[in-house]
């Protein structure tokens, strides 16, 4: 297989550059060195896995099927024991606790309760009085652009109603941090681009931080910070970019030739976690 080359202003971005702004911050997750391995084969290929996560910050993660995505993030979760390395949380001051908000591709919700009583269920066994609960869970539906729907069933929403419920579930413990596993890929394309842009807004309106595993590479270079591509041949280390610094920010990417040329190249990345030969990128 041919050697995959990017293009020149993209090569020194193979060994997880960061601005010196953000290295200043603690990262609310941290996966260091991250490896697993089932019995009869190793999930995560070729390499281990380390990224962090800071506020204000959507991270994606981009890989072939297979190079581990989904398992990464369960091991982020503490769903799964990784073979190797290790994972930092960022504990919140006033509960000495991490405060993890999480959503999966599949969107369940109990469809004998009302959409209030489904977004609240993250938090009905806190310490929070039912009207708090109700109250809380009200707000995230509203920030969620859902106002009205409270009292609704499932059944009644449609399929991009559903994803902004799913996500407003995910707001509802007032997280630090959105683990989100294909959090839009159910609903149709033309809502995805409102889905992600929603996403961003609250994420940078409330200083959050997202990881987002995906394999939406059209979406992860629009509305990402930073990216990473799982799944390396040749032993090669995983890139980390910075798109906000690379091709400039999100809402005018999708223009601009940096950003046709980076979506290309990885493009052709991730054709070689595949096996399939690709010649090497002109200089």
Same mark, same amino acid.
């Not at 601005?19 to 999930?43: E, N, Q, V, W, Y």
């Not at 070729?46 to 506020?55: C, F, K, Q, T, Y």
């Not at 190797?84 to 001051?93: A, C, D, F, N, P």
């Given at each position: 297989m041919g050697a995959l080359r990017a293009p020149n202003d993209l090569r020194h971005l193979r060994?997880? +550059?960061?601005?010196?702004?953000?290295?200043?911050?603690?990262?609310?997750?941290?996966?260091?060195?991250?490896?697993?391995?089932?019995?009869?084969?190793? $999930?995560?290929?070729?390499?281990?896995?380390? !990224? $962090? *996560?800071? +506020?204000? +910050?959507?991270?994606? *993660? *981009?890989?072939?099927?297979?190079?581990?995505?989904?398992? !990464?993030?369960?091991?982020?979760?503490?769903?799964?024991?990784?073979?190797?390395?290790?994972?930092? !949380?960022?504990?919140? +001051? $006033?509960?000495n606790l991490p405060c993890v908000g999480v959503a999966f591709q599949s969107v369940h919700f109990l469809p004998w309760r009302n959409m209030e009583d489904n977004v609240r269920a993250p938090i009905a066994h806190s310490k929070a009085t039912l009207d708090n609960q109700r109250s809380a869970a009200r707000a995230v539906l509203e920030r969620a652009s859902l106002d009205g729907v409270a009292h609704r069933f499932p059944h009644e929403l449609s399929g991009g109603m559903r994803a902004r419920a799913a996500l407003a579930r995910a707001l509802v413990n007032d997280p630090s941090l959105l683990l989100l596993d294909e959090p839009f890929n159910s609903v149709d394309a033309y809502l995805r681009d409102e889905l992600h842009e929603l996403l961003a807004d609250l994420v940078h309106d409330q200083q959050l931080g997202a990881l987002i595993v995906t394999h939406d590479l059209d979406h992860s270079l629009a509305f990402a910070d930073r990216l990473v591509v799982i799944g390396c041949v040749d032993g090669e280390t995983n890139p980390t970019i910075d798109l906000n610094a690379r091709i400039g920010s999100r809402g005018n990417r999708r223009s601009l030739k940096q950003a046709h040329a980076l979506r290309e190249y990885l493009i052709g990345f991730l054709r070689t976690t595949r096996g399939e030969t690709v010649r090497d990128k002109p200089t």
């Open positions: 060994s997880g +550059e960061q601005t010196p702004a953000k290295m200043i911050l603690t990262p609310l997750i941290s996966l260091h060195g991250i490896r697993h391995k089932f019995i009869s084969h190793t $999930d995560m290929q070729n390499g281990a896995i380390s !990224l $962090d *996560v800071r +506020e204000n +910050e959507i991270v994606c *993660v *981009v890989g072939a099927s297979g190079s581990g995505k989904t398992s !990464l993030l369960k091991i982020a979760l503490g769903l799964l024991k990784a073979t190797q390395g290790t994972v930092s !949380l960022r504990i919140k +001051e $006033d509960s």
